[in-house]
């Protein structure tokens, strides 16, 4: 078995045995959702109105937040030493540690926001378009997020630093995510914006290890 | 000329707010971006002077 | 040709070169600098004719179309220059970064200003979410987002290298930036009024508007000069020559 999936499964096994670790960003989204209709107005019409933007805004916030922690552990009790001395690539190591927080992250995020989009009345037409832009758009928030966590993971209060320096990158992912889960509810054609997401998502696949695997050595200078 | 007189240029015609706080803001951010290394630059050398001197009096002193 | 190019890079290299020929290159870019944006202002001001729509609050896109043009070149040549730092390990090039990103943040900040106060006259309200104001202000979140990266870092070079890196990740992101808020800004009703139609401006107009852009630019790598000389000193000041330089100063 090689590294990375030994990885792979070694923090799927850790995040299994902690349930707060992927349940926290699940009931944040949750919490955040709750704010809206408290602070703006409670209207079943306008809520459906906004509800495309808020789903996607929460989901981003809460994916945002469970970032943090990404290599920190790592970067902290050597793992990330042990990793460059044995000669793998950072750039297998950097998707692999992407996929296990997608994992823990965006995807339970996927597959609850349909439920969530409930309670803020979204057009019946949309939960098809909100589940696909989800599952396209979370692995592109975790991929970005990653360069982000990798560029902070030594400096002491990192948290709101990765947010400052990934919220500007996630914009374009926010505005077709949200505009496919809305032209869907107003019976548009969607397929446009899904597409967009999937060409992100490939571009970002292929280029963003590179960008956490160079962050990712800056550590090891410290 | 554009204007026919000096009242006319200052009024913009009814624009001259919004004309004149632009090139006002303009100008104190070049001035600002003008001042804002020269300061530096004082500063540094002040105090690597200020280091210097008491290098050389440890020196003395040693 | 070639050949002086690449002398000219590792000359660049050098640090205490660069701080003595920049000292004798700087009235050259300064004093241009300062006749351009002189007559370019008095030009647009008082010379160039009204805008037979907006009247004369077009005045302000002799300032606002310049910096808006600054500030996006200066985000390319910092991530430019981070990638130098990155690939070459050109100490210099870091330090340029550095210089860059405080003078592109602050022409980004007066772009969106200008933007706004034309706004008002324009459309009746201090913000528009027009596309080019929208995607100056993500452009403004990246500039605090390289600037909050370079001064996190314990160290010097982690810093540089990690606001490199960051500012190459924004480079590739900024086109689709553009591209999606332009794209977003269609579907929701844009402004009907746009602030700068190029095709429509006459001659009399753009010639004072292209002066400006070259002041402006003029005045950027005279703003460059000033900072990188001070990073140069402030890195070098362990070394003799910086010593001597101070010494010599008292």
């Known amino acids: 078995m090689s590294l990375v999936t030994a990885t792979i499964k070694r923090d799927l096994i850790i995040a299994a045995r902690n349930p707060g670790e992927w349940l926290n960003p699940l009931m944040f989204f949750l919490m955040v959702l709750a704010l809206f209709p408290l602070a703006v107005d409670p209207d079943p019409k306008f809520l459906s109105k906004i509800a495309a933007g808020v789903v996607w805004v929460a989901a981003l916030l809460a994916t945002l937040l469970s970032l943090d922690a990404l290599f920190k552990a790592d970067v902290e009790d050597g793992t990330l030493e042990q990793w460059l001395a044995s000669g793998e690539s950072l750039y297998a190591m950097a998707l692999g540690k992407v996929f296990v927080h997608w994992c823990i992250s965006g995807l339970p995020l996927t597959l609850v926001a349909p439920l969530l989009a409930l309670m803020m009345n979204l057009p019946d037409d949309a939960y098809a378009a909100l589940f696909f832009s989800l599952l396209l758009g979370t692995p592109i928030l975790s991929l970005l997020g990653a360069v982000g966590a990798a560029l902070t993971a030594g400096v002491r209060s990192g948290g709101l630093l990765l947010s400052l320096v990934i919220l500007p990158l996630y914009i374009p992912i926010l505005i077709f995510g949200a505009s496919a889960v809305y032209h869907a509810g107003i019976g548009m054609e969607y397929a446009g914006q899904l597409g967009f997401l999937a060409s992100f998502l490939c571009i970002s696949m292929t280029l963003t290890p590179f960008a956490v695997a160079g962050a990712l050595k800056l550590n090891l200078s410290r | ?62 | ?250």
């Open chain 2, 1 to 62: 000329m554009f204007f026919d007189s000096f009242a006319e240029f200052i009024a913009m015609g009814k624009h001259g707010f919004y004309v004149w706080l632009c090139y006002g803001i303009t100008a104190l951010v070049i001035i600002a971006n003008i001042l804002a290394p020269i300061r530096q630059r004082k500063k540094l050398f002040e105090q690597q002077a200020r280091l210097q001197r008491r290098e050389k009096k440890n020196a003395s002193e040693a």
């Open chain 3, 1 to 250: 040709m070639w050949e002086a190019l690449k002398r000219l890079y590792h000359r660049m290299g050098s640090p205490k070169w660069f701080y003595e020929i920049s000292a004798r290159w700087l009235p050259w870019f300064a004093i241009p600098a300062a006749l351009c944006l002189i007559v370019g202002t008095v030009w647009g001001l008082a010379f160039a004719p009204a805008d037979y729509q907006q009247g004369n609050s077009f005045r302000i896109i002799y300032i606002h179309v310049p910096a808006a043009i600054l500030a996006q070149g200066a985000y390319a040549m910092m991530a430019i220059a981070g990638g130098i730092f990155l690939i070459w390990r050109m100490k210099m090039a870091a330090w340029v970064a550095a210089a860059i990103a405080p003078i592109g943040a602050s022409f980004c900040f007066l772009a969106l200003i200008t933007g706004a106060i034309w706004g008002k006259p324009t459309w009746g309200t201090w913000w528009v979410w027009d596309a080019r104001l929208t995607s100056m202000l993500l452009l403004l979140f990246l500039y605090f987002g390289v600037m909050a990266l370079q001064k996190a870092m314990e160290t010097d070079d982690t810093s540089a290298k990690a606001g490199a890196i960051l500012s190459l990740v924004g480079l590739v992101n900024i086109p689709i930036i553009k591209y999606s808020v332009e794209w977003w800004n269609t579907l929701h009703q844009p402004a009907t009024l746009k602030l700068t139609e190029e095709s429509t401006m006459a001659m009399e107009m753009l010639i004072p508007l292209l002066i400006m852009i070259v002041g402006f630019y003029l005045l950027f790598a005279t703003l460059i000069f000033m900072r990188t000389r001070n990073e140069v000193l402030w890195h070098e000041r362990k070394k003799s020559w910086v010593k001597k330089l101070i010494e010599a100063e008292k």
